[in-house]
C-alpha cells in the first residue's frame, strides 16, 4: 500500500555512509528530509546533491535533518561525494542511505515489492527512486513529491514547502499558491469570522471563503 499523506513512516533500522541509524530515532523531536535516488554517479543527481549541499545552513536553521537515499553501496556513496563536491561547492554533510537491498524503496513505495537490481543494471532499472518525503516531529509523512529522471527538483521549492508546513502546522492557517516567508496566509473557512477576528487581528475577506491574515509569529 502506497504511504500517504500523514502515515507514519516505517521505522526501519538502515546503513549510511555515516554508520546505521534507526528512521524514528534520526528524526527525533524536529523535521526531517528523504531524498532518493536511483543511482550514484549520475548526472542530475549529482547536481541535487550539490544544491542539498549549499543549503546545509538553512536546513540547520529550521531545525531539519536531511538523508539521501540511493541504491548503491557505502563505498561507492563516499566516492560518489567527492564528485559532488567537486561539481556543487560544499561538501555533503548528511548520510547517504545505501539501499541496495532496496529495503527503504520498497518500504516507501518507490519500488514495487517484487521489484529486484539485477546485473549490469542501469538507473531506468530503478527510475521511480527519485523522490522526496517531508517528515514532521511525530514521525509522519507531511508532503512528498516524486520526479522523472529527466527532471531535476527545485530544492528552493522543497525549501519553501517546508516553511510552509512548518507555519501551517504550528499556527493553524494555511498558505496560498506562491506563497514565500513573510507573506499573508490563508485562514481555515471552518473559523468563523468572529473567531478569526479573535485569533488573529485584522484580515482581509477576499472571498466570503477566502480570508488572508498576516502569518502569525
Given at each position: ?62 531545525g531539519t ?25 560544499a561538501a ?64 528552493g521549492e ?60
Amino acid at each position: 500500500m502506497a504511504l500517504r499523506i500523514n502515515d507514519e513512516i516505517p521505522n526501519l533500522t538502515v546503513t549510511t555512509d555515516q554508520g546505521s541509524l534507526a528512521l524514528h530515532d534520526w528524526v527525533g523531536e524536529g523535521w526531517a528530509i528523504i531524498f532518493s535516488h536511483p543511482k550514484d554517479f549520475t548526472p542530475v543527481c549529482t547536481t541535487e546533491f550539490g544544491a542539498v549541499a549549499r543549503l546545509q545552513s538553512e536546513w540547520d536553521k529550521r531545525g531539519t535533518k536531511v538523508l539521501g537515499v540511493s541504491v548503491d553501496g557505502v563505498e561507492e556513496h563516499k566516492r560518489w561525494k567527492a564528485d559532488i563536491e567537486k561539481a556543487g561547492g560544499a561538501a555533503p554533510q548528511f548520510p547517504i542511505v545505501a539501499d541496495d537491498g532496496l529495503e527503504l524503496s520498497k518500504a516507501f513505495d518507490m519500488l514495487p515489492a517484487e521489484a529486484y537490481l539485477p546485473d549490469g543494471r542501469t538507473p531506468n532499472d530503478s527510475a521511480t527512486v527519485r523522490a522526496v518525503f517531508i517528515i514532521g516531529p511525530d514521525k509522519r509523512l507531511k508532503l512528498s513529491m516524486t520526479y522523472p529522471m529527466t527532471v531535476g527538483r527545485n530544492f528552493g521549492e522543497v525549501l519553501r514547502a517546508l516553511d510552509a508546513l512548518q507555519l501551517s502546522t504550528g499556527k493553524g492557517v494555511a498558505t496560498p499558491a506562491d506563497w514565500q516567508l513573510g507573506q499573508d496566509v490563508v485562514i481555515p473557512a471552518t473559523l468563523s469570522d468572529e473567531d478569526a477576528k479573535a485569533k488573529f487581528g485584522d484580515f482581509e475577506t477576499v472571498l466570503p471563503y477566502l480570508r488572508l491574515t498576516k502569518a502569525p509569529q
